[in-house]
């Protein structure tokens, strides 16, 4: 039973418009939440992350939303650049020191 | 800083084989993780540690056993290997639950 879920196995996006990749999760016991990012043959790296205290989290190009509620987190990436193509990771952990992630959303950002 | 180093960065086994993969981290982290990355499946936990000489199960453990005899390093064991563990593996550490994970490079490992 997968417990954070990312739905789009792709996206792609115009160079310099809005990324948006979205995440679901069934566990109402997690209440951290990172975002990843990976290229090939290289290890995932953190990108951003948001506690379940808060509803939105800003760095830089890159912020997160987290809708409790609904279970649903997304990344917001603005601008797109080139650089941004790469698989996106959403992870998720809770007491139990798990850190659990989704299955990736591979972004292509088009020139 | 090296971060989290992985060895070997790749390994063919044939079915039955035995082998250990070492991750270290010199950051002092207190957790440290094994993933596994398939295609269409993510990175999926196979057992984490939250401190040295504590280990704990994963979401997919069976086949896999680990120790943290040292507080720097988390080996991951593979008793017999099988067609089924041809996958790449990942390494991480963190400073608690609630700190980013630090990623290795990861090891591809098959098994024929």
Redesign the interface.
Known sequence: DQQVKQNSPSLSVQEGRISILNCDYTNSMFDYFLWYKKYPAEGPTFLISISSIKDKNEDGRFTVFLNKSAKHLSLHIVPSQPGDSAVYFCAASASDDKIIFGKGTRLHILP | NAG?TQTPKFRVLKTGQSMTLLCAQDMNHE?M?W?RQDP??????IH?S?GEGTT?K??VPDGYNVSRLKKQNFLLGLESAAPSQTSVY?C?S?YN??S???????TRLTVT
């Open positions: 989290v957790y993780y993933y269409g499946m993510g990175l999926r936990l984490y939250v704990a994963g979401e990942f991480a963190s639950a609630y980013p994970l630090h990623f290795g490079n990861g």
